[in-house]
């Protein structure tokens, strides 16, 4: 994910503390008791996927990189073993983009634009169990930060762990269809502007006659508190009758925030362009973000699978399969 540097965030943090009127966060219910807790997600399989990931044969997955042509390929086999059917004629979906960077510019011998000739996007459709509906489209970015200065930026929590838990949705959705099509989407060059992103949505023509809304997930598996966000109801306030009612079913507490106009947030972020869901808020594409507060890992080769608490993340990937799944049932 493409946020403020982890220092600044907890600075910011710190002033909201002093201020009130600056919250940003909103609770729902308590986490729901073991016994009424739902649970579909294969938990071995979305650890194996998430080390695989983040292993570091995969070298940080960075555009462009061999390393990223090999998540591609994981990410593919995957899809397919599911019974995930290509999206169009194939899962890749290649692109190029030029990166400009502001640092480049400013600092002399730096190049300002690279090339991205080799960028891809992996996407699959499960098609609707009865007749065609508008798309709901599941997506999570793949790359991450590679190989720099000789030191592998493992990305396990940004974003390995967003695409395992796509997978994981995948293979209950493809088992089991839903209301709607569902299109499990894997993007490219989020870290360099959300460019694979920009690209899906601008090559699938997408718009709100064609997609009734995009679930995105981009570091969903490491909080101490076991909080993870939900963002997307302040915009759509139709969703939060709707999250509240999957926190009764989830062992984990989900929480509101990070989706306000300044005049409303104080001095609370906004995640709304800083993750793929952007691009499809510019499309005038509704949408539902699930990701956790930064930690201090976050973007660091310290962000490695070791660092995953398993049983946090099972449970938080069972809580995103029953929203989707109560997402399909409520919308039309």
């Not at 699959?124 to 509906?133: E, F, H, P, Q, Y």
């Not at 949505?201 to 718009?207: A, F, G, N, Q, Y």
């Amino acid at each position: 994910m493409s946020r403020t540097p982890w220092a600044m965030r907890h600075f910011l943090v710190a002033a909201l503390a002093i201020s009130a009127a600056g919250a940003s966060a909103q609770q729902s219910a308590a986490p729901a008791a073991p016994d009424a807790v739902v649970r579909r997600v294969d938990r071995t399989r979305l650890m194996a996927d998430l080390r695989a990931l983040a292993d570091p044969g995969m070298e940080g997955r960075g555009t462009g990189t061999p390393g990223a042509r090999r998540a591609r390929i994981y990410i593919e086999h995957a899809l397919e073993e599911a019974g995930v059917k290509p999206l169009g004629a194939q899962y890749e979906k290649p692109f190029s983009f030029v990166h400009r960077t502001l640092k480049g510019l400013l600092s002399p011998g730096r190049a300002s634009e690279t090339a991205y000739p080799d960028a891809a996007n992996i996407a699959g459709l499960v098609s609707a169990r009865d007749g065609s509906r508008r798309w709901i489209v599941v997506s999570a970015h793949y790359d991450h930060l590679g190989i720099r200065d000789g030191i592998v930026y493992p990305g396990a929590d940004d974003n390995a762990s967003g695409v395992a838990a796509m997978l994981a949705l995948a293979r209950i959705v493809s088992a089991a269809p839903l209301r709607h099509p569902v299109v499990f989407v894997a993007f490219d060059a989020e870290e360099l502007g959300l460019e694979g992103a920009k690209q899906f949505v601008k090559d699938e023509h997408l718009t709100r006659a064609r997609v009734a809304i995009d679930v995105n997930l981009d570091m969903v598996s490491r909080n101490d508190r076991r909080e993870i966000f939900a963002t997307g109801t302040a915009p759509e306030p139709w969703l939060r009758p709707i999250l509240d009612e999957v926190q009764r079913r989830s062992a984990v507490t989900i929480l509101f925030g990070h989706d306000r106009s300044i005049t409303r947030r104080g001095l609370g972020e906004d995640w709304t362009q800083q993750s793929d869901q952007g691009a499809f808020v510019d499309a005038g594409i509704e949408y539902l973000y699930f990701g956790v507060e930064d930690h201090a890992d976050y973007h660091k080769p310290t962000d490695t699978a070791d660092k995953v608490n398993a049983a946090f993340f099972g449970d938080v990937a069972d809580m995103i399969a029953d929203a989707l799944i109560t997402l399909d049932e409520r919308i039309e």
